[in-house]
């Protein structure tokens, strides 16, 4: 009788842990394998260019301030903790000593930071910007609504409306390094996300201040309408590149499932149950989930790739093309709509 017992747990061993971990593992060597071959960058010198990163002291960004650096570029990392950026520069150090790596303070939830920051930049490094990567983002906890120092919803404020701000102060130094540069336009990337799907924007309660707050569990609905601004923005801002005539292109990504430090604080505050943490999350690292250094590679392709030349306001995941335009969300009449609001509410005009 033990024994037929012991046949049978090693069977269940076998056919629901060793053979699942071993194809798993094969799929993972797999993909890391195909992924090899995709790094079409790794030639585009863009020395003496001047590039910015938002939220450049940690995960994509970090890499990706790197990436550029070793190209040759001058790279402005735009951060909110100047001691953390400070690190990051010290490791990224320890691997090259291409480029320049210049830090520089930029607090996305407040919008005299980024009036400072991009003054500053102008005053300071003015002569054009080839590259500006919105990078930097926050989640939110599920189901908690903050402000930032303005008052805006702290999701929508600093992932959308900061970088929105940001783009629109640094917009004459695109132009001016895409006039210098005729066959070779200047670039705006904005590091979206898949969770964009899942987001809604309500454009008469942008700050979620009558909408009620029906959360999910794991992921916060204000993170998705974020990333939803996010897309809207890279349309209206390929559409007004195209009516202005000017040499600037944009592009939105989806990095994948990057395991970076992205809501970690979250989840100390509020811990997944303990077969997500120990089973869910460990299986989806070994098959889906990319580091840091794989996450940033579309966002490097966005910026660096010359396939991209001749396009704009295109959407991209695993350095291809994602075809969003079919999606009744992003309607173009929104973000006209959101860009408008926009506009008002950081006082552009
Ligand atoms: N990880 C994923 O699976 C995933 C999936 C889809 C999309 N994304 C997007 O990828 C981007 C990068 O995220 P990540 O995964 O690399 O996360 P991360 O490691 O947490 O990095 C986020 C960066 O943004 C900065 N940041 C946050 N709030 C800021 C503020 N108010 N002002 C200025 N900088 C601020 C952080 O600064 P500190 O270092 O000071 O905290 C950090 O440098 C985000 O836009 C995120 O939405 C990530
Ligand atoms: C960023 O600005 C907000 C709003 O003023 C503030 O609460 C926060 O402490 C600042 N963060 C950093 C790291 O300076």
């Known amino acids: 009788m033990s024994c037929c017992i012991t046949s049978f747990l090693y069977s269940i061993l076998l056919y629901f842990a060793i053979i699942p971990a071993l194809t798993l593992l094969a799929i993972r060597l797999t993909i890391r394998k195909l992924r090899g071959k995709v790094d079409i960058t790794n030639e585009v010198d863009i020395s003496g260019k001047t590039v910015i990163v ?16 070793v190209r040759g570029a001058r790279v402005i990392l735009a951060c909110r903790n100047l001691q953390k950026a400070e690190r990051a520069v010290a490791d990224i150090r320890m691997r090259t000593t291409n480029g320049e790596m ?9 919008l005299s ?16 910007l080839s590259i500006l990567v919105n990078n930097a983002g926050l989640v939110n906890p599920v189901g908690m609504r903050k402000l930032t120092e303005d008052g805006f919803e702290e999701a929508f404020g600093v992932n959308h409306l900061g970088h929105f701000l ?37 454009l008469d309660d942008l700050m979620y201040e009558k909408t009620p707050l029906e959360d999910w569990k794991w992921i916060s609905k204000l993170y998705c309408n974020s990333k939803l601004a996010n897309n809207l923005f890279n349309l209206e801002l390929a559409k007004k590149f195209r009516s202005d005539k000017v040499n600037v292109n944009c592009y939105a990504l989806c990095p994948g499932f990057v395991d970076t430090n992205i809501g970690k604080e979250n989840m100390a505050d509020n811990p997944p149950p303990f077969w997500v943490t120990h089973v869910l999350f460990p299986l989806l690292k070994l098959v889906m989930v990319k580091d840091a250094k794989e996450g940033a590679e579309t966002t490097v392709y966005c910026s ?43 006082k552009l005009n």
């Open 54 to 69: 938002t939220g450049a002291s940690d995960g994509i960004g970090k890499v990706t301030a790197e990436e550029f650096a």
């Open 304 to 346: 660096l790739s010359k396939y991209l030349t001749h396009h704009s306001g295109e959407m991209y995941r695993n350095c291809e093309f994602w075809d969003y335009s079919k999606r009744p969300k992003l309607s173009e009449k929104d973000a006209t709509k959101l860009w408008e609001k926009s506009e008002k509410l950081v």
């Open 166 to 202: 940001l783009t629109n102060l640094l917009l004459p130094e695109l132009v001016k390094a895409g006039e210098k540069n005729p066959s070779d336009p200047s670039r705006v990337v904005i590091v979206s996300s898949g969770a964009h799907s899942w987001g809604s924007l309500s």
């Open 102 to 110: 210049i830090i520089m303070h930029l607090n996305l939830s407040s």
């Open 113 to 128: 930071s980024v009036r400072q920051f991009a003054s500053e930049f102008i005053q300071k490094y003015g002569g054009g």
